[in-house]
């Protein structure tokens, strides 16, 4: 069957999904009978990332992104009610799949993207057609950098001591940064639109909190990584690895150790930062396209 041109599919529509009594926000494009890629996003964004992405992909693929509870547009449940940790928005957006009749799919994974897509991966590797990884990280090689130390210290010690040292992650200085550092011109190359944003989302009250419960949550992550190894050994998900080689928080040294599980994985090592999407989304979907077109079958 002859795939779609883009321009007929690249329309992007915005719906929202009743799982568990929160409201979960998506958007969609493409051909509903089209192969599926969900896209999963990091902190402190939410599907907003996606945004230029979504219609290169969608003449050729029906494509996914969902904010989890908490952030963009879904559902700010409070503490007191909502577990904000990474098995439970896995939880969720496993559920999110099912409603969407989501059988199969390839993943996107970025940043917090990694343990949400990860975790489902690992439950049901045979839901899983391709990954593409996006400075998200499985190998302890990719936390071993300054940024880490304060959030290590957390996860050993959940004190407000602690927390005071992380409050200032969710601040518009931080945020910013994100969007900044290690990128060839951000000034030039990311609009200011999407820190902003983000940040808009970070300031709503209670968020701050929700943040720090997350941050504390992703401590469970790190002893995963064995698991989710085997995954890939045991089960070669066909990956593509477009790294923002210079990023502050998710460096190269976590991007290499994929090949070990992995070695016909096709690793792209990009000159630009966290947020690479924003500089070279161009080259991003171009290497996605190619890499779908060859590994994932209608």
């Known amino acids: ?28 494009a493409g051909p509903q009978d089209a192969p599926a890629v969900l896209l999963l996003h990091g902190f402190p964004t939410s599907s907003h990332m996606f945004r230029e992405l979504i219609p290169r ?57 990694a343990p949400v897509g990860y975790r489902l991966a690992h439950a049901h590797p045979e839901r899983i057609s391709a990954i593409v990884v996006q400075n998200g990280n499985a190998y302890d090689e990719g936390l071993d950098n300054a940024f880490w130390a304060p959030i290590k210290d957390y996860w050993k010690d959940k004190s407000e001591a602690n927390a005071a040292r992380l409050r200032p992650l969710v601040q518009l200085e931080a945020t910013r940064w994100q969007y900044s550092a290690g990128f060839r011109d951000p000034e030039r190359n990311v609009s200011p639109d999407a820190w902003m944003m983000d940040q808009a989302y970070l300031d709503r009250p209670g968020n701050g909190a929700i943040q720090l419960e997350l941050l504390y949550s992703y401590g469970t992550n790190p002893p995963r990584y064995p698991g989710w190894q085997e995954y890939f050994r045991q089960h070669r998900p066909p990956m593509l690895i477009v790294w923002g080689k210079n990023d502050r928080i998710f460096p190269a040294a976590g991007a290499t150790p994929y090949l070990r599980d992995l070695p016909d994985a096709e690793l792209h090592l990009l000159d630009t930062g ?25």
């Open 57 to 113: 992909l969608a003449g050729r693929y029906r494509v996914i992104a969902p904010d989890y509870p908490g952030y963009g547009q879904s559902d700010q449940p409070p503490l007191e009610s909502f577990a904000y940790s990474f098995d439970n928005l896995a939880a969720i957006v496993d559920k999110l799949t099912v409603k969407l009749c989501l059988a199969r799919f390839a993943i996107y994974v970025q940043d917090y993207g």
């Open 274 to 298: 966290h947020f690479a999407l924003e500089e070279d989304g161009e080259e991003i979907a171009r290497l996605m396209c190619d890499f779908l077109d060859r590994k994932v079958s209608r």
């Open 1 to 28: 069957m002859d795939r779609p041109t883009a321009h007929t599919t690249s329309t992007v529509s915005y719906h929202t999904a009743d799982i568990d009594g929160v409201k979960v926000f998506y958007r969609e």
